[in-house]
C-alpha cells in the first residue's frame, strides 16, 4: 500500500464522509432558517454519490494511508440504507475504525442496533443543552433535549461505549448548559466534549466575540469538579482530554479558534456530491465523482486522490491565529452541511 503526505510532511489518516446535506434541524449556527428554509435547493438525489461510489471511493483513500473513517453530514440517518454502507466500508482493507456523527433524533433502539451490527464502532451525538428553551432555540425546530437523551439510551442498549457528546459552545447562548452537561454525564462513561463555535461556511454571522475560549469553560468545570489534563489517545487527536481528579470520566475542549491543531491535521472531506475538500474552511473541492462517473480506473482515481494531497496546504485556523492575510479570502468557504464536521 501507498501512503501519501501533503506540502507539509502530514499524513492522509482520516476521512469524513457527508452522506446528505439534509437534516431535519435547523440548528442556528449551522444551518439557519433564512438560508436553509423553503426554497432552499437542496441537492437533488441523483448528484449525491451513491453508497457504492461512496465506498469505491473510501476504498482509494485506504490504499493511500487512510485508517479511521467519520460518517457524518447534514444528518446521516437521513441517508436509507446507510448500514449497506457501514458493512461495505467495515470490509475495505485498511479501515481501522467507522464513527458516525448525528443529531440522535433518529437513534431509535432498532436503528441503533442495526448501525451496530453493520459495524460502526464509534458513535457520537450532538446535543448543545439539556434545557429545552436553550435546546429548541438552538435547533430552531422545537425538539426537546429528551429525546436525544433517549436516542443516547438506545446506542447504549445497543452496545455502543463511550458515546461522545458534542456541544458547541457559543456566547450568549448556551454557556449556562456547560455545568449542566457536565453534571448529566459525569460518571457515566459518556465524554462530552465541548467545541469552540468556527466560522465555518458563510451562513451563520459567525463572530469572533461570540466565540468563548475552552480555557475559560475548563475553569468553570474546575471550579465545580476539579479537572487535570490527560494525554491524547493517539497523534493528531482533535480534542484536548481533561479527566475529573475524582476519577469520575473525562471530558474534551475542541480548541478549533483559539489554539489551532492544523500542524497535525490529517483529515480530507468527500461531500455528498464527491467532492473532496482538504480543509473545513476550503472554498473549492475537487470533483471525484464526475471521475467515477466517467468510468475512471482505480489507479486513475488513487492518481487523483493522491495529487490532491500532495498538492495540500491548509492551515486555515493557524493563519487566522496569525492575524495573517488569508489565503482565498473574498470567496465563500464550503457550508458546514456539505463536509460534515
Ligand atoms: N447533523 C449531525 C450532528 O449535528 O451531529 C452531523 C453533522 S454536524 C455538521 C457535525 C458537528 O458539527 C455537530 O456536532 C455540530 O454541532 C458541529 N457544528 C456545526 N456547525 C458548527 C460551527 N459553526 N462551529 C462549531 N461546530 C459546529
Ligand atoms: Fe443539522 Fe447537525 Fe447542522 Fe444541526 S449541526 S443543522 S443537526 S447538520
Ligand atoms: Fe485541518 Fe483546516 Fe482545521 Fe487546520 S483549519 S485543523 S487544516 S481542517
Known sequence: MDSVSDQFSRP????????????????????????????????????????????RIAQAFATLGMRKVRITGGEPLIRRNLEHLIEMLNATSGIEDISLTTNGSMLTAGRALALKQAGLRRLTVSLDALDDKTFKQINDVDYPASRVLDGIENARSAGFSEIKVNAVVRRGFNEHAVLDLVDYFRGTGCIVRFIEYMDVGETNGWNLDDVIPA??????????????????????????????????????????????????????????????????????GHD??????????DSDLLESIKNIWQARSDRYSELRGMNV??????KSKVEMSHIGG
Open 288 to 297: 471525484l465523482r464526475m471521475l467515477v462517473r466517467s468510468g475512471a480506473s
Open 215 to 284: 480555557r475559560e469553560l475548563i475553569s468553570q468545570i474546575d471550579a465545580k469538579y476539579p479537572v487535570e489534563p490527560i494525554s491524547p489517545n493517539y497523534q493528531g487527536e482533535v480534542a484536548k482530554r481533561w479527566r475529573f481528579r475524582d476519577d469520575q470520566g473525562e471530558i474534551g475542549f475542541i480548541t478549533s479558534v483559539t489554539e489551532s491543531f492544523c500542524g497535525d491535521c490529517s483529515r480530507a472531506r468527500l461531500s455528498a456530491v464527491g467532492k473532496i475538500y482538504t480543509c473545513l474552511f476550503a472554498t473549492e
Open 325 to 330: 492575510p488569508m489565503p482565498d479570502s473574498g
Open 12 to 55: 492522509l489518516r482520516d476521512l469524513r464522509i457527508s452522506v446528505t446535506d439534509r437534516c431535519n434541524f435547523r440548528c442556528v449556527y449551522c444551518m439557519p432558517r433564512e438560508v436553509f428554509g423553503p426554497g432552499y435547493a437542496f441537492v437533488p438525489r441523483k448528484d449525491l454519490l451513491t453508497l457504492e461510489e461512496i465506498a
